[in-house]
């Protein structure tokens, strides 16, 4: 691929992730909110289930997009032209572990997750 293209490309998915961190965070931040200073509000069963089911839906799509923003910028280490793969930042984009990036940012979002939950019910 063109050095220019892919550049392009992958700079677009970053800017999708960067997307998609924002709102995950003040997401999740808000509901932290929520925990800490209004736990009486949590004892109704039908707001415990629309608190829950924001959080699990909301970080699953937040997930499923970081993780497609990941795999890109891993098919774009490999799409590097010669003259990009051989300068410094092109070694060093093909030595990244994109697949274990994909497992340990699933596996943050679920351990999330599993906390919030715990402390909603």
């Known amino acids: 691929m063109r050095s220019d ?9 970053a800017g999708d992730a960067r997307a998609i961190l924002l709102p995950f965070s003040l997401a ?11 736990p009486s509000g949590l004892e109704d069963s039908s707001v415990q289930l629309a608190i829950a089911a924001w ?6 799509w937040s997930a499923m997009t970081m993780d497609g923003v990941i795999a890109d910028l891993g098919a ?20 990244v572990p994109f697949g274990a990036l ?12 599993v906390a919030e939950l715990m402390a909603i019910y």
């Open 5 to 13: 293209l892919l550049v392009s490309v992958t700079a677009h998915r």
């Open 102 to 113: 994909r497992v340990v940012s699933f596996v943050m979002v679920v351990l999330i997750v």
């Open 28 to 38: 999740h931040t808000g509901l932290a909110i929520i925990l800490a200073w209004s």
């Open 76 to 95: 774009g280490a490999k799409d590097m032209d010669e003259e990009m793969s051989n300068s410094h930042v092109g070694r060093n984009w093909a030595k």
């Open 55 to 60: 959080t699990v839906l909301g970080s699953l």
